[in-house]
């Protein structure tokens, strides 16, 4: 028996399955054990499409299916909790286990508080996450950084602080922060993220912390839930999955590297929001870049927060229809209706057509919400700002005391 709590090293007891996995493949073990114990209908996970640069999300029923996909895609920019409200029915009525970074993780917390999507009935295993790489970038960076044509590439890794990519004829890695320095490597929220192990999951996965014999062999499972404890019980106890109590030492080590890759996210943001200046400068550089805009709705379609039957920016008293370049009242409603709860998971920048980076604009003001009202997005189900108001009692709470500062009554009561 695991308990919550508990870290442990985990693998799977299939050889065939652990060829394919990443390290230990005990989150394909799990996902295989929780459809053949029929704990859930259907498993959301990514497979490899066409190439190393194709991340295919797949719904998988028969548990036979589930080694394709076993290994990890950095080139997997894909968000798969707006995936589950949207092709998925938010699983409700369904029972359904997926596999998670922390952004898919954070989303899924913004749209169960929304009650777009039903968290009793998913299972999410999660997976530690360094980042994710554009798969457009990635092969502009191989071309030109490795000097290899990307066709030929058939495997990636992230490994020791290093891109590691195979190809006929060899193998070549080259330093993160070096390709960074030259624009390249993680996707610009990703360096800003600090979701680096996803406790909101039941189940957090990953490689850090795994040293001595079993490394490269084990998969690091911390236990963050009972629903993830009764899982993993269940699978050792059917011989799926075996485990043992994780090494001290690889625990210290893997919490070094979560407080240093802290660090480096603090790194980022202070250079990516120091970059965007504050106040008016800030306004008038969102306000010239988002002019590029041609409203095609791909952020909004893309975005964990955005989910509305009746959008906002299609009512054309707020948005003028067939207007380019469109009104900056666009983007307006956005920050207003997102800001205070955006994951930074990078889908409306990483799907805008135009190159707008929507993701580090959402960002840095969300950041600024967090610093005003202690909201911290995607780890709780605490509420997002907007949901403590009553809008009638704010309004008239307004009137009354002449006062501007919406939410004043929230978060200082008994101010006016
Ligand atoms: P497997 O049995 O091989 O299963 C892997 C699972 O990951 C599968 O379910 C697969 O569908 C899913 N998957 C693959 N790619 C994606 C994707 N892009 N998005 C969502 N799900 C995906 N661990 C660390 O300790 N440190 C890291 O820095 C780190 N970075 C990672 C970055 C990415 C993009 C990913 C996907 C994983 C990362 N991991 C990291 C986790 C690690 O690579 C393994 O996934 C984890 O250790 C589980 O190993 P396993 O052998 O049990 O997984
Ligand atoms: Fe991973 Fe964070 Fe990037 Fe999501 S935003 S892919 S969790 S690094
Ligand atoms: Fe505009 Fe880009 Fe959003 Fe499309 S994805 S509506 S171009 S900001
Ligand atoms: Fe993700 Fe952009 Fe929505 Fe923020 S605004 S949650 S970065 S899609
Ligand atoms: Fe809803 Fe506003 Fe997003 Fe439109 S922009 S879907 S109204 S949250």
Known sequence: MVAKGEMVYAWTTNADLAKKAECGGAVSALLKFALESKT????????????????V????????????????????????????????????????????????????YELAKRQQIDLDNIIMIGV???????????????????????????????????????????????????????????????????????????????????????AGKATFVEVCSEKGAKLLSAAVKAGAVATEQANPKGIEIRAKVEGAMFKLGDKWRKHDFTALGEGKERLTKIVKETSRCIKCYACIENCPICYCVECSTKK???????EL??????????????SDSCVNCGQCEENCPMEIPNALFMHSQQVEMEKMFNHVPGVSMELPVLGFAEEPTERERLANTGSDQIFDNVFNPGKN
């Open 128 to 214: 530690n996450c360094g980042g994710t790489v554009s798969p457009v970038l990635a092969r502009k960076m191989i071309r030109e950084k490795f000097d290899v044509d990307p066709e030929i590439v058939h495997k990636e890794e992230i490994d020791k602080g290093q891109f590691i990519i195979e190809y006929e004829g060899g193998h070549k890695g080259i330093s993160i922060d070096e390709l960074e320095e030259a624009g390249f490597g993680r996707r610009s929220n990703c360096r800003r993220c600090k979701m680096k192990i996803p406790r909101q999951a039941d189940l957090a996965c990953g490689n850090w912390g795994i040293i001595g014999d079993k």
């Open 325 to 338: 370049p469109v009104n900056f009242m666009f983007h307006m409603i956005r920050f207003a209706h997102i």
């Open 57 to 108: 999300p797949v719904i998988i029923t028969d548990p036979k299916d589930i080694d394709q996909t076993a290994g990890s895609l950095h080139c997997g920019t894909l968000l798969m909790s707006k995936l589950i409200k949207k092709y998925l029915n938010g699983a409700w009525g369904k029972k359904l286990a997926v596999t998670v970074k922390g952004c898919d993780a954070m989303g899924m």
């Open 40 to 55: 859930v209908d259907a498993v959301l996970a990514v497979k490899k499409g066409v190439d190393v640069y194709d991340a």
């Open 316 to 322: 054309p008293y707020l948005v003028a229809p067939g």
